[in-house]
């Protein structure tokens, strides 16, 4: 029998503080799936101000590093302390179904840090190829 986990409701602002690993197959309750996607007590949030680099189906060799490398990274800032998820103005959803939210600590993005650093894009409102 498959028991679920309760989905919470991520009204913004919600602050959060769980410790946060890699989503693996079995734990989808708090954990990163890559760059710009994790589960967080249970509902799946795409960070709504960037772009991230695919793992699951990288186009190129490089876009497979980059996006390792961007996952790795935002599991580090998610853990380094509590963080605000912000409405992102317009939108709830994606067209995934992902609760989409701007990820916030001490007033700054850590959607930018990933930007600043060149593991991300800022989102433009569209996927630009990678490779």
């Known amino acids: 029998m498959e028991v ?18 890699k989503c693996t197959d079995g734990d989808r309750i708090s954990c990163v799936v890559d760059g710009d996607t994790l589960w967080i007590d249970g509902t799946k949030v795409r960070v709504a101000d960037i772009d991230a680099p695919e793992i699951s189906e990288p ?13 790795q990274r935002l599991i580090e800032l998610v853990n380094q302390g ?5 409405a992102w103005p317009g939108r709830d ?24 650093e060149g593991l991300a894009r800022t989102w ?8």
């Not at 679920?4 to 690993?21: C, D, E, N, Q, R």
């Not at 509590?82 to 912000?86: D, R, S």
């Not at 959803?93 to 600043?116: A, C, F, M, N």
Request: aromatic letters at 8%.
């Open 4 to 21: 679920s986990a309760p989905t919470v409701t991520l009204a913004a602002p919600y602050m959060t503080s769980v410790k946060f690993g």
């Open 59 to 71: 186009k190129c060799a490089s876009e497979l590093v980059l996006g390792n490398r961007a996952t």
């Open 82 to 86: 509590p963080f605000e998820l912000q």
């Open 93 to 116: 959803k994606d067209r995934y179904g992902r609760t989409i939210r701007v990820l916030v600590r001490h007033g700054h993005s850590l959607g930018d840090i990933l930007v600043s």
């Open 124 to 131: 433009t409102g569209r996927r630009e190829p990678w490779c």
